[in-house]
């Protein structure tokens, strides 16, 4: 299996700009799950899907962040309009079921909001 | 609410050397609790688990006791090898909701082994 993707590894963009960060699970997974790293809050829980659906989105920081799931196999979290405090590294994960608690991760996106 | 609280990096030692990383957690209920690490540019790997009290998650050569009576699941490793520097983050899994892998995660704790 390739493992969970995302895309793409860097992203650098002016403050003011949209931003939009892809994610494609491990096929057969059906929850999905947005993360954002920072040195100061550590790894931060965003938003969480279970088939598609958003289940909790209470960790959003503000309007200004969407995340979309269209099909299982794809999900986008949107930033619009970009702030420097965005600048982080925002990682997806996936995993099967709700009783497993193992967490596949992707590489992450290193985001730099200038 | 639930939370995990680790001991503070960077922590660096000489190859060999036993390894301790102190965490503990707030929760109700009967939490899992992880150990993950993440090596650089990469994402997080779980590296072990533990799902009830006196449990014991093993994996190469780390180790973790989940001590319900002190909240703790401190990671230990006899003799940390060069390869071992990553970030190790503990975590716990709010079961309360039956949220299915919604995971707390620490801060993270940096580790460094020299050659």
């Known amino acids: 299996d390739a493992g969970v993707i995302q895309s793409p590894r860097h992203e650098v963009t002016e403050m003011g700009q949209e931003v939009t960060l892809r994610c494609k699970p491990i096929s057969g997974h059906d929850y999905l799950f947005w993360y954002r790293q920072t040195m100061m809050r550590g790894l931060e829980l965003l938003i969480y899907?279970?088939?598609?659906?958003?289940?909790?989105d209470s960790g959003m920081p503000e309007d200004r962040f969407s995340a979309k799931m269209p099909n299982a196999s794809f999900s986008t979290l949107k930033i619009q309009p970009s702030e420097p405090r965005d600048s982080a590294v925002y990682f997806c994960?996936?995993?099967?079921?709700?009783?497993?608690?193992?967490?596949?991760f992707g590489s992450g996106t290193q985001l730099s909001v200038l | 609410g639930n939370s995990v609280t680790q001991m503070e990096g960077p922590v660096t030692l000489s190859e060999e050397a036993f390894l301790t990383i102190n965490c503990t957690y707030t929760?109700?209920?009967?939490?899992?609790l992880f150990w993950y690490v993440q090596y650089p540019g990469e994402g997080l790997q779980l590296l072990l688990k533990?799902?009830?009290?006196?449990d014991k998650g093993s994996n190469k050569g780390f180790e973790a006791t989940y001590r319900k009576e002190t909240t703790s699941f401190h990671l230990e490793k006899g003799s940390v090898q060069v390869s071992d520097s990553a970030v190790y983050f503990c975590?716990?899994?709010?079961?309360?909701?039956?949220?299915?892998?919604?995971?707390?995660f620490g801060q993270g704790t940096e580790l460094s082994v020299k050659p």
């Open positions: 533990a799902t009830k009290a006196d």
């Open positions: 975590a716990l899994s709010d079961r309360i909701y039956n949220q299915g892998g919604k995971l707390i």
């Open positions: 994960a996936s995993t099967r079921g709700a009783t497993n608690e193992k967490l596949f």
């Open positions: 899907f279970n088939n598609n659906v958003p289940i909790d």
């Open positions: 929760a109700t209920g009967y939490p899992s």
